[in-house]
DNA sequence: CAAGATTGAGCTCTCAATCTTG
DNA sequence: CAAGATTGAGAGCTCAATCTTG
């Protein structure tokens, strides 16, 4: 079997592409617009204080967070001294690994996440969440979870 | 009929927002590091020369432009500005309004663009377009037309 | 030396202010 | 004054280099 050439995208693929990418442009700057409304914080740092009160202790490690977040090390430094500067997120040297950094919770990071919480919940609703059919939802998953995957291997 | 209290998102839907929002963060990067290889250009950049190279006579007004790419007029000047240095570009005074201004593409930046197609339509497919099922291809432009279009409402 | 975290330098975007033309 | 484009200032990220600990 010969290799396939290059096959440009059909019309509908073209528009698949291309609708993707103007959600991938459009999307976060509302949702980031509607949070610093609602919290006074951006999409990225409500998602590490998300991240953290899931996290047992409320706390995680900096490598991890940058992991989870995907974010660099040095990008994970740089937001997490914004939440420290807030009062949000507290740092704790790593008793059993002197190298190691956690970033924890704070109550007013707490209550500040559960104050923007309901407006982040309405936006994601509105502008995804409700453009899914009911019946769509585990396809839309699949994709989205193999396009991630792809894209990071 | 009284308001519909905030609901939470069922499993499904907070597994479906957890990938779009993972696929924002990495496919742009995986999508931008393939093309700065490929055609020694960034993600945004490839964009401009591509709706330029589509447009009639190779131009369009850098309102029309930032427009189009849904970045601010700022932000428009300033990657035109990268463009022109390079050669890919070149600026033009509009005859009919005074105010205006024309984003040219060159033969140059028509060459850099073809050279960086393969490899870019080679990642849009691997990341993107291999991962949908031609018969999920009408349902997936339906549900990313629609988030784009709330986004910007 | 390797790993975790931070710091320095630089890039690319944004908002607000400015300049020019209608 | 309004519209199109640019410029100044600043935010937030990256890569590369550094510091500290295992």
């Not at 919770?105 to 982040?120: C, D, I, K, S, V």
């Not at 919940?121 to 409700?130: K, P, Q």
Request: a negative charge; proline letters at 4%.
């Amino acid at each position: 079997v010969a290799a396939t050439p290059l096959q440009p995208l059909s019309d509908k693929e073209q528009r698949a592409w291309r609708a993707l990418a103007r959600a991938f442009t459009i999307l976060p700057r509302t949702l980031d617009t509607s949070l610093v409304g609602a919290g006074r914080m951006s999409l990225a740092e409500y998602g590490v204080l998300s991240n953290l009160s899931e996290a047992p202790g409320w706390r995680l490690r900096m490598s991890d967070l940058a992991a989870i977040r995907n974010v660099t090390p040095a990008g994970m430094t740089r937001l997490v001294d914004r939440l420290v500067a807030c009062g949000l997120v507290e740092r704790c040297k790593c008793v059993d690994d002197g190298r190691g950094a956690f970033a924890v919770l704070t109550e007013a990071g707490f209550a500040r996440l559960e104050e923007a919480y309901p407006t982040h919940l309405e936006s994601v609703r509105r502008h995804v969440v409700d453009h899914i059919e009911e019946g769509d939802l585990d396809t839309f998953i699949e994709v989205m979870e193999k396009i991630s995957r792809s894209a990071e291997g």
